[in-house]
């Protein structure tokens, strides 16, 4: 079982819907989580970080939930643009584990 | 965006022969990253430096080395390489600011694509 768990997808919504995604984590000693964005054939970029208290930026809401280890991303509104891959990353005292990502296909 | 580039973007070599990759960054931050990006495995940490000639291990270390002298600069070396490592190579950096936030918020660079015959 890997260590960082996304669903590859892909999600194919239409434009406007609401789409969440989950990455799960299996050690419980992970101490900072984050969302990242990746384009096709680009570099990630970071979307956001991801606090116990939830965290909100716009159209994007992340959650983390220590209890079930597990992190959440949430989009609301999606548009074209949104389409990417979404990555999320646990980092744990010189261990960074990312998932394999979420593919996200926004249709008109 | 974050000043970091890679060098080469894109290089095709022989299995056999051995291939320096490089990151350089002008954000004067402490730590850098070598990751490898594979179909089905998504991003995978291959060394990282977290000061001059401070290096670790990462994830999937075997085949590489690393060495950094200055701040700026992180190369990456396979000795001999292997068309198993044939991937894209992506250096990152960040600047950790203590507390639960040690591992802060990492930029990227561009990418190197590097493909092994």
């Known amino acids: 079982r890997k260590e960082v768990e996304q669903d590859p997808g892909p999600f194919n919504v239409p434009e406007g819907a609401t789409v969440a995604f989950n990455c799960t984590y299996s050690n419980s000693a992970s101490q900072s989580f984050f969302w990242y964005r990746q384009d096709c054939r680009k570099e990630p970029k970071l979307l956001m970080s991801v606090y116990s208290s939830g965290n909100e930026d716009g159209r994007f809401t992340a959650q983390l939930n220590r209890a079930s280890q597990y992190i959440s991303l949430l989009i609301r509104d999606s548009k074209l643009s949104d389409s990417a891959t979404y990555l999320c990353l646990s980092s744990n005292t010189g261990k960074l584990i990312f998932g394999q990502g979420t593919t996200l296909q926004v249709k008109p | 965006d974050a000043g970091i580039t890679q060098s080469p973007r894109h290089k095709v070599t022989e299995t056999g022969t051995p291939v320096t990759l490089r990151c350089h960054q002008t954000e004067n931050h402490r730590y850098m990253y070598w990751y490898r990006q594979d179909p089905g495995h998504g991003l995978r940490l291959i060394h990282y430096s977290y000061g001059v000639k401070d290096t670790d291990k990462g994830e999937v270390s075997d085949g590489y080395s690393v060495s950094r002298s200055k701040t700026e600069d992180f190369l990456l070396t396979l000795e001999s390489a292997t068309s198993s490592q044939t991937s894209v190579y992506f250096c990152?950096?960040?600047?950790?600011?203590?507390?639960?936030?040690?591992?802060?918020?990492?930029?990227f660079g561009p990418g190197t694509r590097l493909t092994v015959l």
């Open positions: 990152a950096i960040s600047e950790p600011s203590g507390g639960a936030r040690q591992y802060n918020e990492q930029f």
